[in-house]
């Protein structure tokens, strides 16, 4: 649930600015269609790695900050993001060995 603690702390440090939330909804549902849209199972990990690059940079900047004060519904759209996300990915993680 990593994420789920980096969405938070987007959310928090875009309090007052409705940009910074709806660039990181939208920065992490283009993994989730580049991840989507892959074909075989080396296409997912490189987006995997990309995307948990980026969440380590995320994961950085937001340290410290306060999760009570956390937008449901943004919070919602981060989890639905994740979990189609990680469907895509299971495709080829989890597909037999040819």
């Known amino acids: 649930m990593r994420n789920l603690v980096i969405a938070m702390g987007l959310l928090l440090s875009a309090c007052g600015g409705g940009d910074k939330i709806d660039q990181a909804l939208s920065k992490f ?16 990990e490189k987006t995997h790695e990309e995307y948990k690059q980026w969440e380590n940079e995320m994961e950085k900047s937001f340290e410290g900050t306060d999760k009570d004060k956390i937008d449901k519904s943004k919070l919602e759209k981060f989890e639905v993001i994740e979990k189609e996300m990680k469907a895509c990915r299971r495709k080829f993680r989890d597909a037999p060995k040819s």
Request: hydrophobic residues 25%.
């Open 29 to 44: 549902d283009g993994f989730k269609d580049s991840m989507c849209a892959c074909t075989d199972k080396a296409c997912t």
